[in-house]
């Protein structure tokens, strides 16, 4: 077992069934294989969340394209009483695909919410964001992000789409006594990559012009959770900026295990 593995000893994917895509699925699946081959996912399934987003973005403008949409046309699913087990055999081929051994469950919203709050900190949970920015901002997904956060895990917003080439871990630490370096580098060990340090240690710093200058994005960005800074909004939006896998730890466990040392 490695370092990374012993740190993150349970990993949960979490994908709302009406909105996630294959491919970001897949995304997530592949992000958890770096962290060990066995892991748990919840599918969030509920007519109720589906009906939530349609009430909460009808017939909005799209920020990204401009342009008037019906989230109807995102989040209609078909109904059918063999959704669910089709959901997870599709689920569990996509994690056998990527050599993942996948614990899933299909769970309603409000089953979801209070198995995410209950997270113990020693986890790293994995939250599946929606290629459409508008289901990223209804109320079915803000929730569940708010609750991973609330569960005070560590946490990492995997892009809809991985990057087709990267390279690379990068840490935006604070200082040299940064927790993120550490893990930085027992990340980079495990995937054989190396790490390199930001100018920037705020995500919010990291923005298009950046990207643009460099020749690979980096495979992952690591940083420790900073309350003040790091609003959930802004992570899950540079997620999808920078189109990088954003992994935001907790200070508390570092605290808690140089305790124990």
Known sequence: MTEVQARFAKCTV????AVASASSETAALAIAK???????????????LVVSARVTFGHVLDVVTGQWRDLRQVVDVPRSPNRSRQQIQHLSDMARSVGVEAD??????????ADLKATPRESLLILVQPA?????????????????LSAR???LFAPPHPPVESNGI????KGEGDPAIILAEQIGRVVGEPVVRAGESRLDKLGPIWAAGRARPPTMIVKTRDEQLDDPAIVSRMTLRLGVPILLIEPEVQQDESVDE
């Open 132 to 148: 459409d920015p508008l289901a990223r901002q209804s109320r079915p997904f803000t929730e569940l992000r708010h609750a991973a």
């Open 34 to 48: 770096r962290f060990g081959s066995t892991c748990r996912a919840i599918l969030v399934t509920n007519e109720d």
């Open 104 to 113: 899933i469950s299909v769970l309603e919203a409000g089953q979801a919410l």
């Open 14 to 17: 979490v994908s709302i069934a």
């Open 170 to 173: 990068l840490v935006l630490a």
């Open 153 to 155: 895990a560590s946490i």
